[in-house]
């Protein structure tokens, strides 16, 4: 019979976590549940989890969350799937009543940065917020989000007009301008290739990226997709649609991020890390 170092009963967010942690540092662990993880019946459950980080009930959980966040980064750069998405968040309540004042105590303690508005200042932001959502649709050239047909990437003379980057989201589009390191083009696909959730090539902007490529403008495609199984079908099908066209295929490099640790980092990173090495 199989033994343990340590056995975590019930395999919630707190006991799948703790059973993560113990094992990532060398524990033998089995984590116990009634039902399948991702389960509806715990006070951590489903798909999806909304964590604020300026917590009204005590300043104190601040750090605790900010330790969170760094460790949900760890596990999106071990498995390759984007898992959190940081955004902003409205509380609204009395000006004297514990959510307000709570947060406020917590942002002053911890320096976040927190706005107060009136609620008729409120109402007018949010008439904002819906009318560029409403306004917004994708670029027919890269699939972009804009308000006009062609986004301001596509419109902008100063891009390298012969370099696209492949990505799957918007998202990946924007964190990539964040780093401001890259002056070229991109292209939006819209999501990756998931058989088990009905995503073939067909649903992707991979047709309308081909003919971008046979127009003969483009010399270079970097490959953006996410480095996991769905990112690289993805990747792969893109080089096959592209293969006898006049245009070389790269991918963004992979390996250890700064500040990550060889302990923490999986095999498959360990793997890119060695083969993507750099001279010093």
């Not at 090539?201 to 769905?230: C, F, H, W, Y």
């Amino acid at each position: 019979m199989r033994s343990f170092d340590v056995i975590v009963a019930g395999a919630g967010g707190m006991g799948t976590a703790a059973a993560a942690h113990l094992a990532r540092r060398g524990a033998s662990v089995l984590a116990l549940d009634r039902f399948p993880p991702g389960h509806a019946r715990g006070s951590s459950h489903g798909q999806t989890r909304l964590i604020r980080l300026a917590y009204f009930e005590h300043p104190d959980y601040v750090p605790l969350l900010r330790r969170a966040r760094e460790l949900w980064r760890v596990l999106e750069h071990d498995s390759g799937t984007p898992l959190l998405t940081e955004c902003g968040l409205l509380s609204s309540g009395p000006a004297d009543g514990d959510v307000i004042a709570g947060t406020l105590r917590s942002a002053r303690k911890h320096g976040l940065t927190v706005e107060r508005m009136p609620a008729r200042e409120a109402v007018a932001f949010a008439d904002a917020i819906r009318a560029v959502k409403e306004n917004l649709r994708p670029c027919k050239t890269c699939f972009n989000l804009a308000e006009e047909e062609v986004c301001d990437i596509c419109r902008d003379p100063r891009r390298d007009q012969s370099i696209v980057c492949v990505v799957e989201q918007v998202r990946d589009l924007l964190a990539l301008e964040q780093a401001a390191s890259y002056r070229g083009l991109f292209h939006v696909l819209q999501g990756r290739i998931s058989p088990l959730e009905g995503v073939g090539p067909e649903k992707l902007t991979i047709d309308a990226l081909v003919e971008r490529v046979r127009r003969g403008q483009i010399r270079e495609v970097i490959m953006g997709t996410s480095p996991n199984v769905e990112g690289d079908a993805t990747a792969l099908v893109i080089t096959q649609r592209l293969a006898g066209l006049p245009v070389e295929l790269t991918r963004l490099a992979r390996g250890l991020t700064v500040g990550a640790s060889l302990e923490q980092a999986n095999r498959e990173i360990l793997a890119d890390a060695l083969s993507g090495r750099q001279k010093l």
